[in-house]
């Protein structure tokens, strides 16, 4: 099981270095849990990525599934990333449904098909996003209800929104359009904009929506840190880095088909400043 961990953290370490970043000031007791859990979020997240089509996908999604259920028992401890999940979920008691729902929300990636609508996006984000805040915090706390549904729910949501804002090229360039529908029809904006990287004043005005929705829940969730039991902050950390994506997509000359990334040590000035001088200023 060592190994299984390990692998894990090593997942986390490679592909997901905001969050391996921020489990760093977690205690020491903790990390191993978290790792685990986002090494899975990283599996389910990558899954259109590596069955490259919708029903090798879903047939990999259901295997998650079944991992939750307990079956499988054989297959589960030869993964290490099912085998380190497993033990955690028993261990800090993580509620299985809200797994699944995470898994059942990523089932929209397999597909070509447009987000149908801005309620529709949140909830996507709050399935995977948010409950992924959420799983982390109960983990910190030793398993027991931390009581922070509504600031992971709008934490979290803002996480999603600027996450996919930053990613819009990459999802443009295989077909996805994760852009509500019904703003896209507002704004008269053309989806064949969007794959052929036309950034046009329409579109323009989309992606300005949805900022301000992303800056809307990250001020919500501000609003909600001083009920927050100061354990569950290292699964909040990675919020930090919101505000300065946001500021950055709207600095005049943005191009939204070819956004730069904040630098590396830039990115973990901000966690480590959110973590040594609180989240409400980063927030």
Known sequence: MADAFDHCEELVRA?????????????QKYRRAL????????????????????????????????????TGRGEVEAHPVAAALRDVVVRYRLPPRTLVDLIDARSFDLYDEPMASLSYLVRYAMHTSSALIDLAARILCDGREPGTGDLARHAGIAYAIAGLLRALPIHAARGQLYLPAELM?????????????????????????LRLRARHDLGAARGLLNEMPPAVAPALLPV?????????????GYRPFDPGEIPQWRRQWVLWRAARGGLRKAF
């Open 35 to 70: 790792y685990a859990l986002y090494a899975f979020n990283l599996e389910v997240s990558r899954t259109r990525e590596l069955a490259r089509e919708p029903m090798p996908g879903e047939i990999r999604l259901q295997w998650w599934r079944d991992v939750l259920a307990g």
């Open 15 to 27: 592909g997901d270095k905001d969050r391996f970043l921020a489990t760093l000031f977690a205690p």
């Open 240 to 252: 930090a880095l919101v505000r300065p994506a946001l500021d950055r997509m709207e600095r005049r």
């Open 185 to 209: 029809q507002r704004y008269g904006a053309q989806s064949s904009d969007v794959f052929s990287g036309n950034a046009t004043i329409e579109l323009r005005a989309v992606l300005a929506e």
